[in-house]
């Protein structure tokens, strides 16, 4: 599977921005998507993952109630609706797929990823 991540760029605090990513390659309904970012000398963090078969989704406390995952099963993509952004939220935004194993909140766990979308918010 490979992704492409697109959508990033930057904005001011309080703005929306929608973050893409389509898959080459078979998502099984089984996988989970994700969205990760990674700020200059931090760890990649978890943001916000969904099932790609049952639609249910899972958000970071900093993220929750301003972020918005979904995924369009037809055009093999998952997106991040992102509003009220903060300048906090800059990162570099990774969007990945989890086929299975242990905890999908971590980084490590996922199996093919996105080369990154830079996002960032001015005060």
């Known amino acids: 599977v490979q992704l492409q991540a697109s959508g990033g760029g930057l904005v001011q605090a309080g703005d929306s921005l929608k973050l893409s990513c389509e898959a080459s390659g078979r998502i099984f309904s089984s996988h989970i998507t994700g969205w990760f970012r990674q700020a200059p000398e931090k760890e990649r963090e978890f943001v916000a993952t969904i099932r790609w078969g049952a639609g249910t989704s899972y958000y970071a406390d900093s993220v929750k109630g301003r972020f918005t995952i979904s995924r369009d099963q037809f055009k093999n993509t998952v997106y991040l609706h992102m509003t009220n952004l903060k300048p906090e939220d800059t990162a570099v935004y990774y969007c990945?797929?989890?086929?299975?194993?242990?905890?999908?909140?971590?980084?490590?766990?996922?199996?093919?990823w996105g080369q990154g979308t830079q996002v960032t918010v001015s005060s």
């Open positions: 990945a797929v989890f086929r299975r194993g242990g905890s999908f909140y971590s980084a490590q766990e996922y199996d093919y």
